[in-house]
């Protein structure tokens, strides 16, 4: 992939987040307060969700950005939902899509058409543990980091360049709700730093596949990185 084809479209103006959700929209929170609290150049043009009950979608309007709903179960089939969701794309302009904490897998057609410009967190260190129930596998596996993953997203599930990643030990007695909470203060930060990054146009991806991060001393982060 070329590099300027991963570069936001209109230099100097805001960047123009679309931010999709499916529940509580923490993520989606922290990117916007981010937004105002870090002066970044960068605006949610709106709030998407594909179901109507997201709770995410209310704090939304309440700070006054536009947030609706795209719900899957007005389609009968995915690549119908898609072909909605991609005119909708189409139509707020915007220059990245921000998955956050969004469930539903976006079809091949989709990804391509918006390749290098769909962003997704994942509660997991990609590429182990793909898919749901992220940190119940962890535990399952015995491993002792886990963490998060901030990546472009590709055709394949979970899978695609990796723009950041937080880790977090696994402690003694951990249970999945215990780790899945200790990581999302951890997920905001880091999608946040990202989402700064992004706003400021210092990512990219090589001609190796990989992203570079102007100007990034690291992209790699943990607890210490959280401020009290
Ligand atoms: C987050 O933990 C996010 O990493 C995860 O859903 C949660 C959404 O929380 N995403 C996935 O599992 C995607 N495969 P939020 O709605 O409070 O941001």
Redesign the pocket.
């Known amino acids: 992939m070329l590099e300027a084809e991963t570069l936001a479209q209109q230099p100097g103006s805001p960047v123009r987040f679309l931010i999709l959700?499916?529940?509580?929209?923490?993520?989606?929170q922290a990117i916007v307060q981010a937004i105002a609290a870090r002066g970044l150049p960068a605006e949610v043009c709106a709030v998407l969700s594909n179901r109507p009950d997201a709770a995410?979608l209310e704090w939304a309007r309440s700070r006054g950005i536009p947030a609706e709903t795209l719900s899957h179960r007005a389609f009968d089939s995915r690549e119908a939902f898609d072909q909605a969701l991609a005119q909708r794309i189409d139509e707020l302009a915007p220059d990245y899509v921000l998955?956050?904490?969004?469930?539903r897998v976006l079809g091949a057609d989709l990804v391509r058409r918006f390749e290098g410009r769909i962003v997704?967190?994942?509660?997991s260190l990609l590429p182990a543990f793909p898919g749901?129930h992220?940190h119940a596998q962890a535990l399952a596996q015995g491993v002792q980091w886990h963490g998060?993953t901030v990546h472009f997203v590709t055709p394949v599930l979970?899978h695609g360049p990796i723009i950041a990643q937080g880790a977090i030990p696994v402690l003694p007695g951990d249970t999945a709700d215990a780790l899945?909470g200790r990581?999302?203060a951890l997920?905001h930060h880091v999608y946040t730093e990202v989402a700064a990054w992004l706003a400021r146009r210092q990512v990219s991806i090589g001609g190796d596949g990989l992203v570079r991060v102007a100007g990034a001393e690291r992209r790699a982060f943990t607890a210490h990185d959280l401020t009290p």
Do not use: K, Q, V, Y
Request: glycine share 16%; hydrophobic share 40%.
């Open positions: 959700i499916s529940g509580r929209g923490s993520n989606m995410g998955l956050a904490g969004f469930m997704n967190i994942h509660p749901l992220t998060c979970d899945a990581l999302l997920e």
